[in-house]
C-alpha cells in the first residue's frame, strides 16, 4: 500500500524538467536536491533477470519502475576503499593509486560533494565512507604487501551462516538502521528548513558479510547473518548452485584467491545454499534501508523534488567461483546495481550499456547544473536516463562502450585489469607475459566458466592492446609491487623487535604458527630480491 502511495507522486514528479536540461548550466538556482545511498557488498545482477527472481527486493523494484536502471554497472576495483576513492573522485584506480583498503584519498582531495557544495548546495553523509587513506586492519595491509611472497596461507575464517534466534527480529544490522534513521532525521529537522537544494549521501554496510565470532580485530569477515524475518523474503527453490572448476583447473590467480580465502576445504551443497540465502536475506534488509529513506522523502514532499541514486562499491560472490568476499572480476564481484530515479529521469527504462562508479562524479555534477572537469575517468550518464535530452549531441562527449576495473590488493597475488566491453570481458594480469590473461563471452557464457582467451587469439590480442590504450598496465603493476615492499619495509620496521610475534598472529595465524621461520624466510628472500634485482 506503501508503494502505491508513492507512486502517485513520483508519476507527476516525471514530468518535471529534467536535470541539467538542453545542456544549460543553471548553477544550483532550480536544481533538484540529490540522495546517493551506497550499500557494500550487493551483486548487482540481482537487480534484474534473472537474478531479481530469488528474492523480493520491493524498494529497488519501485526504483526501477519509476527511474533508469542500468544493466552493465561495474565497480572500478572490487574493493570498499579504492572502490570508493574511485567514485568520491571520478578518476580510475591507477590514478587514484589506491591500491589496497589502507590507501586511499588524500583527506584533502576534492570529492563530488566538495564541489557541489561550494555551488550552494548543502551537503550531508552519515554512514560508512571509506574513501581515505588509514582505514581497515593490520593484518589486511599486510596481506596486500606480501602478496608477491613465495608462500600460501589461509587469510580467512572459512564462510559460515549464522541465524538469530529472534525470528521476527527486522533490524538485524542494527548499525545500518541507526544511520538510516539519522539520515531520515536529518531530512526531517534540517533538510526541509533549508531554502535551497540538499545532496544527501548514506553508506550502508550491509550486505557485506559480519566479522566472524572470537577471531579478533585483525581479522576477517567471513560470518553471513539473518534472521527467519528476512529469510523469508528469499525463494529458496531458486537459489543457483554455482558449478566450480576442480581445484586443479582453476586459473592460478583463482587458486590463490580462494586459498587464501579458506574456500578450498569440502562444501556440501547445503552449506553453500545457506550461504547464498542468508546473503541474499542480508540484501533484502539493505533494500528495507532504501525503502526507509524513499518513504521519508515522500512523507517530507521532498520525493518529486529529489534524485535518487542507488548503488554498492561492489558485489559478493557468495561461493561462485569456490570464493566469498569480491577481489575478483568475475561478475559477482564486479557488477554493481545503479538506479537512478527523480524529477526528469526516465521512467521504467533499462540501460544495456557498459558503465561505471567513476560515472556517478560527472552525472551528479551534470544533475546540478554544474560544469563538469575534463580530468576526469566517468562520463555523464544522463544522455542514458534524461526525460529530455533526446539530443544526444547536446553532450560534447559520450561514455565508451567499454570500461576499466582494477585490483591490486590482498587475496590476489597479481595485479589485475579488467576490460568490459558489451560482449567481451577480458582479464590480464601483472605485466601481461608472466600470468596468462582471461576471455570471456558473456553473451554465450554469462557464468563464466570457461575462459576461451587461446582459443581466440586475434580477439585476445585486439582487446590487450584496447586495455593498454588506456592504461600502461605492465608499468602500473611495477608501481604496485615496489609500493608494497616500500611499505613493507616501513612497517618492520617501527615494528622493532617484536615483528616475528606481530607478523605471526596476524589473520594467517593458523597456518603461519605451523611453520614461522620458513614464512619468515620466504619474506626476507623476497626483500634480498627487492634489493638485488639482478639476481631475478
Same mark, same amino acid.
Given at each position: 500500500? &506503501?508503494?502505491? #502511495?508513492?507512486?502517485?507522486?513520483?508519476?507527476?514528479? &516525471?514530468?518535471?524538467?529534467?536535470?541539467?536540461?538542453?545542456?544549460?548550466?543553471?548553477?544550483?538556482?532550480?536544481?533538484?536536491?540529490?540522495?546517493?545511498?551506497?550499500?557494500?557488498?550487493?551483486?548487482?545482477?540481482?537487480?534484474?533477470?534473472?537474478?531479481?527472481?530469488? @528474492?523480493?527486493?520491493?524498494?529497488?523494484?519501485?526504483?526501477?519502475?519509476?527511474?533508469?536502471?542500468?544493466?552493465?554497472?561495474?565497480?572500478?576495483?572490487?574493493?570498499?576503499?579504492?572502490?570508493?576513492?574511485?567514485?568520491? *573522485?571520478? @578518476?580510475?584506480?591507477?590514478?587514484?593509486?589506491?591500491?589496497?583498503?589502507?590507501?586511499? @584519498?588524500?583527506?584533502?582531495?576534492?570529492?563530488?560533494?566538495?564541489?557541489?557544495?561550494? %555551488?550552494?548546495?548543502?551537503?550531508?553523509?552519515?554512514?560508512?565512507?571509506?574513501?581515505?587513506?588509514?582505514? %581497515?586492519?593490520?593484518?589486511?595491509?599486510?596481506?596486500?604487501?606480501?602478496?608477491?611472497?613465495?608462500?600460501?596461507?589461509?587469510?580467512?575464517?572459512?564462510?559460515?551462516?549464522?541465524?538469530?534466534?529472534?525470528?521476527?527480529?527486522?533490524?538485524?544490522? =542494527?548499525?545500518?538502521?541507526?544511520?538510516?534513521?539519522?539520515?531520515?532525521?536529518?531530512?526531517?529537522?534540517?533538510?526541509?528548513?533549508?531554502?535551497?537544494?540538499?545532496?544527501?549521501?548514506?553508506?550502508?554496510?550491509?550486505? %557485506?558479510?559480519?566479522?566472524?565470532?572470537?577471531?579478533?580485530?585483525?581479522?576477517?569477515?567471513?560470518?553471513?547473518?539473518?534472521? %527467519?524475518? #528476512?529469510?523469508?523474503?528469499?525463494?529458496?527453490?531458486?537459489?543457483?548452485?554455482?558449478?566450480?572448476?576442480?581445484?586443479? =583447473?582453476?586459473?592460478?590467480?583463482?587458486?590463490?584467491? *580462494?586459498?587464501?580465502?579458506?574456500?578450498?576445504?569440502?562444501?556440501?551443497?547445503?552449506?553453500?545454499?545457506?550461504?547464498?540465502?542468508?546473503?541474499?536475506?542480508?540484501?533484502?534488509?539493505?533494500?528495507?534501508?532504501?525503502?526507509?529513506?524513499?518513504?521519508?522523502?515522500?512523507?517530507?514532499?521532498? @520525493?518529486?523534488?529529489?534524485?535518487?541514486?542507488?548503488?554498492?562499491?561492489?558485489?559478493?560472490?557468495?561461493? =561462485?567461483?569456490?570464493?566469498?568476499?569480491?577481489?575478483?572480476?568475475?561478475?559477482?564481484?564486479?557488477?554493481?546495481?545503479?538506479?537512478?530515479?527523480?524529477?526528469?529521469?526516465?521512467?521504467?527504462?533499462?540501460?544495456?550499456?557498459?558503465?561505471s562508479l567513476v560515472d556517478i562524479y560527472p552525472t551528479l555534477l551534470d544533475i546540478a547544473g554544474i560544469p563538469v572537469p575534463q580530468n576526469l575517468s566517468g562520463y555523464s550518464l544522463l544522455p542514458l536516463s534524461s526525460e529530455t535530452l533526446r539530443n544526444k549531441n547536446e553532450f560534447k562527449t559520450l561514455h565508451p562502450p567499454w570500461?576499466?576495473?582494477?585490483?591490486?590488493?590482498?587475496?590476489?597475488?597479481?595485479?589485475?585489469?579488467?576490460?568490459?566491453?558489451?560482449?567481451?570481458?577480458?582479464?590480464?594480469?601483472?605485466?601481461?607475459?608472466?600470468?596468462?590473461?582471461?576471455l570471456f563471452d558473456l553473451s554465450s557464457d554469462p557464468d563464466e566458466l570457461t575462459n576461451i582467451a587461446t582459443k581466440f587469439p586475434e580477439i585476445t590480442s585486439s582487446l590487450d592492446r584496447k586495455l593498454r590504450s588506456i592504461v600502461n598496465y605492465p608499468e602500473v603493476s611495477a608501481s604496485v609491487h615496489r609500493y608494497n615492499e =616500500?611499505?613493507?619495509?616501513? #612497517?618492520?620496521?617501527?615494528?622493532?623487535?617484536?615483528?616475528?610475534?606481530v607478523i605471526a598472529n596476524l589473520r594467517w595465524h593458523q597456518d603461519w604458527l605451523k611453520e614461522p621461520r620458513k614464512y619468515e624466510s620466504a619474506i626476507d628472500q623476497w626483500l634480498k630480491t627487492h634489493k638485488n634485482p639482478e639476481t631475478t
Open positions: 500500500m &506503501l508503494l502505491l #502511495w508513492v507512486s502517485a507522486v513520483v508519476a507527476s514528479a &516525471l514530468a518535471a524538467p529534467a536535470p541539467g536540461a538542453g545542456g544549460r548550466r543553471r548553477g544550483v538556482v532550480g536544481a533538484p536536491n540529490v540522495v546517493v545511498v551506497v550499500s557494500d557488498s550487493f551483486d548487482g545482477r540481482l537487480t534484474f533477470h534473472p537474478g531479481n527472481q530469488v @528474492l523480493k527486493l520491493p524498494f529497488i523494484n519501485f526504483m526501477k519502475t519509476h527511474g533508469t536502471s542500468f544493466l552493465n554497472a561495474y565497480t572500478n576495483s572490487p574493493i570498499c576503499c579504492p572502490s570508493r576513492a574511485a567514485m568520491w *573522485s571520478g @578518476l580510475f584506480t591507477h590514478l587514484t593509486e589506491s591500491w589496497n583498503n589502507f590507501k586511499g @584519498l588524500d583527506p584533502n582531495y576534492t570529492t563530488w560533494m566538495d564541489v557541489m557544495e561550494k %555551488h550552494g548546495y548543502r551537503t550531508q553523509k552519515f554512514g560508512k565512507l571509506d574513501y581515505n587513506s588509514g582505514h %581497515h586492519s593490520l593484518s589486511n595491509r599486510v596481506e596486500a604487501w606480501t602478496r608477491d611472497v613465495a608462500f600460501l596461507l589461509r587469510q580467512e575464517g572459512r564462510p559460515m551462516v549464522n541465524l538469530l534466534p529472534d525470528e521476527n527480529k527486522t533490524r538485524v544490522m =542494527e548499525k545500518d538502521w541507526k544511520i538510516t534513521d539519522r539520515a531520515i532525521d536529518w531530512l526531517r529537522k534540517e533538510a526541509v528548513r533549508h531554502a535551497g537544494p540538499f545532496v544527501l549521501y548514506v553508506g550502508l554496510n550491509l550486505p %557485506h558479510p559480519y566479522p566472524s565470532p572470537s577471531s579478533g580485530e585483525n581479522f576477517g569477515a567471513s560470518t553471513f547473518q539473518t534472521s %527467519h524475518y #528476512w529469510l523469508k523474503k528469499v525463494h529458496r527453490d531458486a537459489i543457483k548452485i554455482p558449478k566450480w572448476s576442480p581445484l586443479a =583447473e582453476m586459473h592460478p590467480v583463482d587458486y590463490y584467491s *580462494s586459498y587464501t580465502k579458506n574456500c578450498t576445504g569440502k562444501f556440501t551443497k547445503k552449506d553453500i545454499k545457506n550461504i547464498r540465502a542468508f546473503y541474499y536475506a542480508m540484501c533484502a534488509e539493505a533494500d528495507a534501508m532504501l525503502g526507509e529513506i524513499i518513504l521519508a522523502l515522500r512523507q517530507l514532499d521532498l @520525493l518529486q523534488k529529489t534524485v535518487l541514486i542507488y548503488t554498492s562499491d561492489h558485489g559478493e560472490l557468495a561461493m =561462485e567461483h569456490r570464493q566469498f568476499y569480491k577481489m575478483s572480476m568475475y561478475e559477482a564481484s564486479a557488477h554493481v546495481p545503479l538506479l537512478i530515479m527523480g524529477p526528469g529521469i526516465k521512467a521504467n527504462v533499462q540501460v544495456p550499456n557498459v558503465v570500461i576499466l576495473s582494477e585490483f591490486h590488493g590482498c587475496n590476489v597475488n597479481a595485479s589485475t585489469y579488467m576490460l568490459r566491453t558489451k560482449q567481451w570481458k577480458y582479464i590480464a594480469y601483472a605485466d601481461g607475459a608472466s600470468v596468462l590473461p582471461q =616500500e611499505q613493507f619495509i616501513q #612497517w618492520k620496521q617501527s615494528v622493532g623487535q617484536n615483528y616475528s610475534n
